[in-house]
């Protein structure tokens, strides 16, 4: 199972370098991939419910130049609130930008003030994402003109950079819906907590619907330091039993932030 964090991203007061810190902290840790989250104009202060300060594309593209191995993500960025032609264009740069390191993660979006508040359809927002999915994979693939989408089309137009190859593409939630965005569009799925048994039943759900193609699923949770690190090593693995190939981990507050990763990489590597 590979180990992944969700790096802090929640207090506007967290120096601007502390960011980069830890993203080097867990690549020297060997944690796989390092994971933002994503909110625009949320209804109330950042925080554990609305992560996000930092625009995560802008960051993620800091990130990539202040490391080497580690894989860099989004955990996961709203895609109805967003141009899907920019976003095409951002995924490819960053591909590019990163030798390959970025993953896309999507999700839908949950709340609805923060769709409004940017103009953005809330009712039609899962609909919104299948076909920005659509157009990002036919632009990606170095697909050209003229293209027809049920939402987006173009006549003319020629898209750059190309990448050399797929850029991976993650769906996050634990819905129906969301299975159904992975089996189709997904090279992995990472869900939220609830049980080991209820994830294998969504990773079983998955790998149906699925069919030929294998989805990884993952799975997003939280250690800050408030129970012993035991514990969670136990609901990790009881979590690699049910199926998750790599679990991302939110370690808390920035500050004992790289302490935590340490000791949780520790207790594992001691098994």
Not at 133 to 142: E, P, S
Request: hydrophobic share 40%.
């Amino acid at each position: 199972m590979r180990l992944e964090v969700v790096l802090p991203d929640e207090s506007p007061t967290m120096p601007a370098r502390r960011i980069a810190e830890l993203a080097r902290a867990a690549e020297d840790l060997d944690y796989d991939t390092a994971w933002l989250p994503d909110h625009i104009l949320p209804p109330d202060e950042y925080g554990a419910v609305f992560g996000g300060v930092y625009e995560p594309l802008v960051t993620i593209g800091h990130l990539s130049a202040a490391t080497r191995r580690l894989r860099l993500g989004t955990s996961v960025l709203v895609v109805p609130l967003r141009d899907p032609f920019v976003l095409a264009k951002q995924v490819a740069t960053l591909h590019h930008l990163s030798e390959g390191r970025f993953v896309l993660g999507v999700g839908v979006g949950w709340n609805e003030q923060e769709f409004q508040a940017v103009g953005a359809e809330y009712p039609r927002r899962g609909a919104i994402t299948d076909d920005t999915l659509d157009l990002l994979r036919h632009l990606l693939a170095g697909g050209a003109a003229p293209y027809r989408g049920r939402r987006y089309s173009f006549d003319v137009g020629v898209f750059e950079p190309v990448p050399a190859g797929p850029v991976p593409l993650m769906v996050g939630g634990n819905s129906d819906a969301a299975l159904r965005r992975a089996a189709r569009h997904g090279d992995s799925w990472q869900g939220l907590p609830t049980s080991p048994p209820v994830f294998a039943e969504r990773a079983s759900a998955l790998a149906a619907l699925a069919g030929d193609r294998h989805v990884t699923p993952t799975l997003r949770i939280g250690w800050d330091g408030g129970g012993p690190v035991e514990r969670t090593v136990d609901d990790l693995l009881a979590y690699r039993e049910a199926g998750a190939e790599a679990v991302a981990v939110h370690f808390g507050d920035h500050e004992g932030f790289a302490q935590r990763m340490e000791e949780l990489r520790r207790a594992l590597d001691t098994l």
